[in-house]
């Protein structure tokens, strides 16, 4: 019922992950998707609204995600200016069967400051290290909050293959990164995710 409602009021189905019980909310799931701009949420949300065009649809689901006893919270986010859209990411097979979540609480005002710095300094080495960037968002209406996703190399293999990150001593980068990083956040929290099959990433 929802994906082609979405899929006809033009949302692309970004990606679609539930979160593992290893480390996150358990169940749940996360689910982006893609529109080319703002004036995009004004016509999916006339449509949905009473006397909208799909508003039987928008209705119907609400209904089934009552009787599941499902409960959620929606985000509306804008793609860091380094982020690929959904279609570079499919041209160049990227794979996010596994995923890190992280949503970051920023200092108030500094989301753009802390995805530069997270790009110059941290998105290189984590790279190297098995974790490469999917992409930061930020949280349009959150003066605070940007959140970020890391596709695991080898999936579950990374944490074999790549941890712990550094066994003696962090590299220079990374003790530039914990020294600017403060500065910039006041906090975060990890889930790890995996790819449900609707999901265009896997």
Known sequence: VYQPMMEALGARLFSIWETTPYNGHWPQVTIIWELDAFADYARIGRAQAPGG???DSAAAWSEYLAAAGASGEGRIMYAGRSNRTQAQ?????????????????????????????????????????????????????????????????????????????????????????????????DGWEDSILQALPPSPLR
């Open 53 to 55: 065009s799909h508003r």
């Open 89 to 185: 990411l499919l041209e160049a097979k990227f794979g996010a069967g596994l995923v890190i979540q992280e949503i970051m609480q920023t200092k108030p005002g500094k989301q753009d400051d802390y995805i530069r710095e997270l790009e110059r300094l941290y998105v290189p080495w984590s790279e190297r290290t098995g974790k490469r960037w999917l992409g930061s968002f930020i949280t349009t209406f959150r003066f605070n909050e940007v959140i970020h996703y890391w596709a695991l190399e080898g999936e579950w293999d990374c944490f074999e293959n790549h941890y712990p990150s550094w066994k003696d001593s962090p590299p220079a980068e990374i003790v530039t990164w914990m020294s600017v990083a403060p500065a910039l956040r």
